[in-house]
């Protein structure tokens, strides 16, 4: 009669599982690739904050630089070159009617005292403006035909500010993109960690099977315990939960690569469709300030002729020829400035180049129209698309870890048996929903 206590009576009859040298080391291995896989996720996510990071400031900068040009185009074509413009067209007007009355002689009166009037007008704003800096400060910007290079001025303007001129939006993308190469070429490294395990141990486990079908107990076949237990080739009921487990534990160690490569192509397409809403906004401004420039120039040209027109058709109607004939003086004078003013006007309002000094980007932007204001658009919807599907893809792999996690532990549970039989029999259908999911993520 066994006259042990109780506790050791049942302690004694549970049979401790068998050690071996196989389990022993293939277990340290599993637990080495887990930690290796869970320092190479931290490793990746530490790079892709700092890829977000790049990112972001590229959008900041992209922002920044957009606001300062709005801004520089707006006060130099917006309110310094109108008021340039006719300044000039009043200067030419004036030498026009200077020599029309030279040669009228007695009839070019009325002409020479609108010239002195045009000449006055224009000395006075000039002095006016005199100490500003501005487009009628002194001759910096005069041109040889008359007028004044506003792009040139544009180009002070934004060379005033290099800071703000030179933001280098691109460089931070590049910056971020090289961070990004870094983080996934370390998460998609932890993958054939994994891999290598998982043929290891299949071969193991394949040679612990053909020793058991040859009824020898080797040391192979014996079960050992570890992060994830093999199949028992003794308990057929263990070999699916064991093999549901392995599963469990290959996805919940794979997938968070697939998470982090989808975040950061997430995170990657929404600063540029951030840069891109800029880039189509800034654009349109940009351009259209310089257009809207442009179209002040021709109308000028085009009062001027009708002034000119009207005038000679007034003096046609003069009855009286003494008055009639300064008045015609006057009005073939601004009809004869007509041809000096064209090629001024164009001078004026010609688009910024880096001829003059107007840094490319700048160039290009104002240079801008309809049809690339589509290009820009199209791109920044792209850009919005991409991000939304990596999202999509990033959610759906976090909930097929959250399956896996839960498919592994139901396993595990159910080996150790101490599950129900629902809960065994979910642990399968658990890790069935997540490697769908993780299917869709990439095919759907």
């Known amino acids: ?86 300044v000039a067209i009043a200067d030419s007007r004036a030498r026009a009617l200077r020599l029309a009355a030279g040669d009228a002689g007695s009839a070019g009166d009325l002409a020479a005292w609108e010239s002195l009037a045009e000449t006055q007008t224009v000395g006075h704003l000039r002095q006016a403006a005199k100490g ?32 703000l001129r030179d933001r280098d939006p691109a460089g931070a993308m590049a910056d971020g993109d090289a961070a990004m190469r870094q983080a996934v070429t370390v998460a998609l490294a932890t993958v054939p960690l994994v891999a290598v395990f998982v043929v290891l141990r299949g071969l193991i486990l394949w040679s612990g099977a053909r020793a058991v079908r040859r009824g020898a107990r080797a040391r192979s076949a014996v079960p050992d315990v570890g992060l994830v237990p093999g199949p028992d080739p003794e308990r057929r009921t263990a070999g699916p ?47 259209s300030v310089v257009r809207t420039f442009q179209a002040e120039g021709e109308r000028a040209l085009v009062l001027t ?39 001024l006007v164009e001078a004026m309002t010609r688009l910024p180049e880096p001829a003059s000094g107007v840094d490319p980007r700048t160039s290009r932007i104002a240079a801008t129209g309809p049809t690339q204001w589509e290009a820009l658009r199209k791109e920044q919807n792209r850009a919005v698309d991409l991000a939304e599907r990596a999202g999509q893809r990033g959610d759906t792999l976090q909930v097929a870890v959250l399956l896996a996690s839960l498919g592994m532990t139901l396993s595990l549970l159910a080996l150790a048996g101490s ?26």
Request: zero cysteines.
């Open 419 to 444: 599950a129900p039989v629902l809960i065994r029999r979910g642990s399968g259908t658990l890790l069935a929903l997540a490697v769908a999911a993780t299917l869709g993520a990439y095919l759907l």
């Open 1 to 86: 009669m066994d006259t042990r206590p109780p506790v050791a009576r049942g302690r004694a009859a549970v049979r401790p599982l068998p050690r071996t040298r196989t389990g022993s080391w293939l277990n340290l291995l599993q637990a080495a690739i887990t930690v290796a896989v869970a320092v190479g996720v931290a490793a990746s996510a530490v790079l892709s904050s700092r890829a977000s990071g790049e990112w972001h400031d590229a959008s900041r900068q992209e922002i920044t630089w957009s606001a300062a040009l709005v801004e520089d185009l707006r006060h130099v074509y917006g309110d310094e070159a109108p008021f340039a413009l006719h």
């Open 241 to 287: 939960f064991g093999a549901v487990a392995l599963l469990g534990w290959i996805l919940i160690s794979v997938l968070p690569a697939g998470i982090i490569v989808a975040g950061n192509q997430e995170q990657r397409a929404h600063s540029i469709a951030t840069r891109g809403a800029t880039k189509v906004s800034t654009a349109i401004t940009a351009s």
């Open 132 to 163: 500003s800096g501005g487009l009628l400060d002194g001759d910096r910007y005069r041109l040889p035909e008359g007028g004044y290079d506003i792009a040139r001025r544009l180009a002070d303007m934004r060379g005033a500010h290099p800071d």
């Open 305 to 343: 002729e009708l002034r000119g027109y009207a005038r000679e058709l007034a003096a046609v109607d003069t009855a009286d020829e003494l008055q009639a004939a300064p008045r015609t003086v006057v009005a073939r004078a601004d009809q004869q400035a007509l041809p000096r003013l064209r090629p």
